[in-house]
């Protein structure tokens, strides 16, 4: 079962997410998704996952079917956090598995700086408390950057020019699949990219956010904490995989081969990781 709500945020803001499964014993999961990336990319493991325990989607402002916010520099993980925040009292829930792509994964880090007990465990795709700066120059200059097209066939191939040296190997049926995930028919039978460009923009101006992004990930140390390292990836180098593990000794960290930024969440080695946190926490 699955059903498409809304919330409204603490700014008026009205921010889509979707519920997948019914409410039971098992802890259930929240799922964070990329900078430019929105719910749809979960929609396989939340069903995966739903037939044991209770799967929440979201789209973070300015994504999928989420309000745009009017002044771009709210575009920033705290505004984030705290509409997740938001929408967790809203549903009542106290303790949340987080599962966390990219950008959705330095949002978990930013839950347990806030509220540690309210997390029983985390997953973060492909991201550590540091962005290695080659990745964080290909991502400032791409976002919000790319050129429109005009039909899906072109957003296809823009989809595997963007993603297909980090995703080597995709069918053409995948990366349709991909691009169907990052672009929506909105007001015509065009498709376009499923964010607000200002996000670009965002990335650029605002700079890197106040504090030790390592202090932040010490609040991890009391949490379940897996981390799906793509192998290829130019975000998470292997010298930040091994600081963070020697950061937090308990950290289980599952490298995904053939994988650069960021895995799927569909390769069996995904799969098994987080089946294993789940198993862990209830």
Known sequence: MTSEQFFQSHDGLRIHFRVYGEEGDAVPVICLPGLTRNSRDFDELANYLSGTRRVITIDFRGR??????????NYHPLTYVA??????DLLGIKQIVVVGTSLGGLCAMLMAAQQP???AGVVMNDIGPEIHPAGLARI????????PVTNWQEAA??????????LPGLSDEQIANLARRAFREIESDVPRLDYDLNIGRAVREIGPQKGDPWAIFSALKSTPTTVLWGQMSDILSED????????????????????GHVPLLDEAECLSGIDAILEKVG
């Open 64 to 73: 999928g079917f989420s309000d745009y916010d009017e002044n771009w520099e």
């Open 83 to 88: 509409d997740v925040w938001t929408l967790l």
């Open 117 to 119: 007990n309210r997390l």
């Open 140 to 147: 400032q200059e791409y976002t919000g950057r790319s050129k």
């Open 157 to 166: 191939e823009q989809t595997r020019e963007i993603y297909g040296e980090w």
């Open 240 to 259: 930040i995989v091994a600081r963070m593990c020697a950061a937090k000794p308990d950290l289980e960290v599952v490298p995904v081969a053939n994988r």
